[in-house]
């Protein structure tokens, strides 16, 4: 599992405890179990709703009819009803480093931030470092 997609879900873990989840892992060709095994380690709280769909190279050009066979085989709850409500928030969105940790403030070197690769120079809370 990527970094970046651990690091989220060890910071949302207590906000998604008691949900239902579903996963679609896809990979070019390496197999899903590490990733399975990661999520249910950082998501002890939550129940599964079925297994996991794989989407690799090999049959991803399958991928729509893919996951409509694979929806009817997930157990969610029958009062799901998805989304309801998207909050918008106004603070700056969070750096991560390339290891897919929080860049903390004075920070130099490469970060993603908002999808996009950034170059942190020196500041003045880094100056003299």
Same mark, same amino acid.
């Given at each position: 599992?990527?970094?970046?997609?651990?690091?989220?879900?060890?910071? +949302?873990?207590?906000?998604?405890?008691?949900?239902?989840?579903?996963?679609?892992?896809? %990979?070019?060709? %390496?197999?899903?179990?590490?990733?399975?095994?990661?999520?249910?380690?950082?998501?002890? +709280?939550?129940?599964?709703?079925?297994?996991?769909?794989?989407? +690799?190279?090999? +049959?991803?050009?399958?991928?729509?009819?893919?996951?409509?066979?694979?929806?009817?085989?997930?157990?969610?709850?029958?009062?799901?009803?998805?989304?309801?409500?998207?909050?918008?928030?106004?603070?700056?969105?969070?750096?991560?480093?390339?290891?897919?940790?929080?860049?903390?403030?004075?920070?130099?070197?490469?970060?993603?931030?908002?999808?996009?690769?950034?170059?942190?120079?020196?500041?003045?809370?880094?100056?003299?470092?």
């Amino acid at each position: 599992m990527a970094a970046i997609m651990q690091t989220y879900l060890f910071d +949302n873990s207590a906000q998604m405890a008691g949900k239902t989840v579903a996963m679609i892992v896809s %990979s070019h060709s %390496s197999g899903i179990s590490g990733v399975v095994a990661d999520a249910q380690r950082l998501l002890p +709280n939550v129940t599964w709703a079925g297994d996991a769909l794989w989407i +690799n190279n090999a +049959n991803h050009s399958n991928r729509a009819s893919l996951i409509q066979n694979w929806l009817p085989t997930q157990t969610f709850k029958a009062d799901a009803t998805g989304i309801s409500q998207v909050r918008a928030e106004r603070a700056s969105p969070k750096a991560y480093t390339l290891q897919g940790t929080v860049a903390q403030a004075g920070y130099k070197g490469i970060v993603i931030q908002s999808g996009k690769k950034i170059v942190r120079k020196k500041t003045a809370t880094t100056e003299g470092l």
